[in-house]
């Protein structure tokens, strides 16, 4: 089984709402970083947002400031991402990821590669927001 589990998702109206969670299965990812990253066709896959071990620091990136927040239950061993006033450039796949580190990366939350620094990856989920 996967160890990160990904669930939510769909198709939704622009200026409608989603959100996206991510269960860690088989192992325990309380003191792990976790971030969501998206990808479009023909795209690298992208930084949305990210967030401490322990939920005291978040980060997004400047298109989904504002519209977009995530949180992180360790008592569930999940990272959900709320999606609000979708616009149809936020169609994407949406993959959620667990860091090495329990801060997230400064070169992933400033726009850099994940590359190396993500330890599991999510199945990844559709999202898709019509006009």
């Known amino acids: 089984q996967e160890p990160l589990v990904q669930s939510g998702g769909g198709l939704v109206q622009a200026g409608g709402s989603l959100r996206l969670s991510c269960a860690g299965s088989?192992?325990?990812?309380?003191?792990?970083?976790m971030g969501w990253f998206r990808q479009t066709p023909g795209k690298e896959r992208g930084f949305v947002s990210a967030i401490s071990w322990n939920g005291d620091a978040t980060y997004y990136t400047n298109s989904v400031n504002g519209r977009f927040t995530i949180s992180k239950d360790n008592t569930k061993n999940t990272v959900y991402l709320q999606m609000n006033n979708l616009k149809p450039e936020d169609t994407a796949v949406y993959f959620c990821?667990?860091?090495?580190?329990?801060?997230?990366?400064?070169?992933?939350?400033?726009?850099?590669?994940?590359?190396?620094?993500?330890?599991?990856w999510g199945q990844g989920t559709q999202v898709t927001v019509s006009s």
């Open positions: 088989g192992r325990s990812f309380r003191t792990f970083a």
């Open positions: 990821a667990a860091f090495y580190t329990s801060s997230p990366p400064k070169t992933v939350v400033d726009g850099g590669p994940p590359g190396s620094e993500v330890y599991y």
